[in-house]
């Protein structure tokens, strides 16, 4: 079982062995987390995602799916792309958000990796309720075979919801 902790925070100052990006499908750089990273991570994370979509990803990343990539100057050995479902109101795309932490947390144990930060996934720029989001992510990694998780949140709000 790992210990599973949420701090207030920035994901990109994380000494986790892995930091996840809530990355969009085209791996190729956006807005919050995902240009936060690039950006204090430097070139080596693009240039690691464009051989992804050279090679294996042509068609970039399906939502809910994971990758893994060297994180360039950041603290952490492994930046794991994963893309977040868009919130809708009308279709139910739940499976897709915890299918997001399932399989961060898989790469993450492939690599070898025993711990990991996560953001907020799709609670920024793909607008999910936040309580909403915490309670799918929290059922996501409740009984994860990984040393350490931990839960990096931007603001007191998201916080408060994350923390159980
Ligand atoms: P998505 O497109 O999946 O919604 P965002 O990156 O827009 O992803 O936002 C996800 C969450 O991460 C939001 O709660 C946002 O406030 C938060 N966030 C933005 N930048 C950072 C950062 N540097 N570290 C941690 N969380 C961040």
């Known amino acids: 079982m790992a210990t599973i902790e949420h701090v207030l925070g920035d994901i990109t100052e ?5 930091i996840v990006n809530a990355a969009n499908s085209s791996l190729l750089g ?10 204090k991570g430097g070139p080596e ?7 992804l ?14 990758v893994a990539t060297t994180a ?19 279709e139910d795309r739940s499976q897709l958000l915890a299918d997001c932490h399932h399989n961060a947390l898989k790469v ?18 793909y607008r999910w309720p936040v309580e909403d989001a915490a309670r799918i992510a929290r059922a996501a990694t ?12 931007f603001d007191e709000k998201t916080l408060a919801a994350y923390r159980p």
């Open 45 to 51: 994370i693009l240039d690691a995602c464009r051989k």
């Open 14 to 18: 994380q000494d986790t062995d892995a």
């Open 72 to 90: 360039g100057r950041l603290k952490a050995t492994w930046v794991i792309h994963t893309v977040g479902p868009v919130w809708s109101a009308t």
């Open 108 to 125: 993450a144990k492939d690599l070898g990796a025993r711990s990991i930060a996560f953001p907020a996934i799709s609670t920024g720029i």
């Open 53 to 66: 979509r050279a090679g294996h990803h042509g068609g970039g990343l399906k939502t809910g799916q994971a």
């Open 30 to 39: 956006g807005g919050g987390v995902d240009g936060a990273i690039h950006r």
């Open 142 to 153: 409740e009984n994860a075979d990984i040393e350490l998780i931990r839960f990096v949140l």
